[in-house]
């Protein structure tokens, strides 16, 4: 049985209002990407890509709106 997290990306991603958290994505994180949570939208404005398929990535991201 094939898990939904496989070919996933990981990414501990940084929120600029506070605290952080592991995000899995089927694609890339970029500069300029959008990331949802909590009700709050958030922009990428750094990113690390993963070194490896096992390993995570990190991202930093900015509040675009509040919750």
Known sequence: MQDWTDGQL???VHF???G???RMRS???DVGSEVADGGARYRVVRAE???NPGSFGHAWAELLDGP
Do not use: H
């Open 49 to 51: 890509q993963p070194p």
């Open 27 to 29: 694609e890339p994180l």
């Open 16 to 18: 600029d209002d506070g």
């Open 20 to 22: 952080s958290g592991m």
């Open 10 to 12: 990981r990414y501990l």
